[in-house]
Structures are given as C-alpha cells and as structure tokens.
Nanobody, 119 residues
Framework: QVQLVESGGGLVQAGGSLRLSCAASGRTFSTYTMGWFRQAPGKEREFVARITWSSETTYYADSVKGRFTISRDNAKNTVYLQMNSLKAEDTAIYYC????????????WGQGTQVTVSS
C-alpha cells in the first residue's frame, strides 16, 4: 500500500488555473494506476481522471475533458493534475488515489486538498 499526500489546492477565479500534486510513499508507486477524484459539498465523490503506471493511458470524466491533464513522474513518486479554465462547478475537495496492479478498485487515498473557484 502507498501513503498519499495532496497539495496545491487554493482559491482561484473562474478561468484560472491550478496544479495539484500528490506525493506518494512506498517503493511500488510506479506500478500503481493513479487517479484523482473530487467531492463537492452535498454531493457524492466523483471520478475526475486516472493514469496508468507507464503514463500510456489516461482517462477523464466528460466534465473535465479538454481542461484538466493528469500526469506522473515515477522518479519523484508524484502524480499531478493540471487544471485549466476552471469553473465554479469545479469547486470541491480533490483526492488522490492509488490502485494496485490487478486490483479492481482504488484502495489508498490521500486526505484531500480544497479547490475553490470563485465566479
């Protein structure tokens, strides 16, 4: 299992950008699929993006496609979420998560980082 710590959240105006980082501990980080999820007030947690261990494949929720980019640096045990053209509806707590090889679910989670977009 890996331990995850998110950073980079904050307050930004609509149309602005933020880059979230997720630092992972553990020697097996490079083998994990990594994902970003978010939870807005009063709503359930939802998927945002994921990236395979080799960065070969990325997948995005329709609501962020074309605006957000997920990437990773296995040498630094870090995964990123570049968020551009932010909208008020992107306001949420953003969570980093890890899915072990051959596992069907994300089992390791960070504590979350708040992103607030003012309109």
């Amino acid at each position: 299992q890996v331990q995850l710590v998110e950073s980079g959240g904050g307050l930004v105006q609509a149309g602005g950008s933020l880059r979230l980082s997720c630092a992972a501990s553990g020697r097996t980080f490079s083998t994990y699929t990594m994902g970003w999820f978010r939870q807005a007030p009063g709503k359930e947690r939802e998927f945002v993006a994921r990236i395979t261990w080799s960065s070969e494949t990325t997948y995005y929720a329709d609501s962020v496609k074309g605006r957000f980019t997920i990437s990773r640096d296995n040498a630094k045990n870090t995964v990123y979420l570049q968020m551009n053209s932010l909208k008020a509806e992107d306001t949420a707590i953003y969570y980093c998560a890890a899915r072990a090889p051959l596992s069907g679910k994300f089992s390791s989670w960070g504590q979350g980082t708040q992103v607030t977009v003012s309109s």
